[in-house]
């Protein structure tokens, strides 16, 4: 049973950073295709990032150069680093993990950034 636990969350002020890291257990790790999506409230669910098992990353231009991806394959472990952060990131920060033909989430982690 593959299983995803998100931490890192909190309340910061806009500009300031956020560092989000997800602990992927019970699956190859380094097979994993990991991302990172958010949900703000009334809001469809959203993706942010994605890092595949080689290391590949990609983002949206809405926090391209704010929001970095990792991943560390010996701790098994995907982060987000989130810089600059501003009020409308506001939101419950989820973990995503595929693995073959599986996708499995994490619990999310809130996020609340103030003006």
């Known amino acids: 049973q593959v299983q995803l636990v998100e931490s890192g969350g909190g309340l910061v002020q806009a500009g300031e950073s956020l560092r989000l890291s997800c602990l992927v257990s019970g699956s190859t790790f380094s097979a994993v295709i990991a991302d990172w999506y958010r949900q703000a409230p009334g809001k469809q669910r959203e993706w942010i990032a994605s890092?595949?098992?080689?290391?590949?990353?990609s983002y949206p231009d809405s926090v391209k150069g704010r929001f970095t991806i990792s991943r560390d394959n010996a701790k098994n472990t995907v982060s987000l680093q989130m810089n600059n952060l501003k009020p409308e990131d506001t939101a419950v920060y989820y973990c995503r993990a595929t693995s073959g033909r599986r996708t499995y989430w994490g619990q999310g982690t809130q996020v609340t950034v103030s003006s």
């Open positions: 890092i595949s098992s080689g290391g590949f990353t």
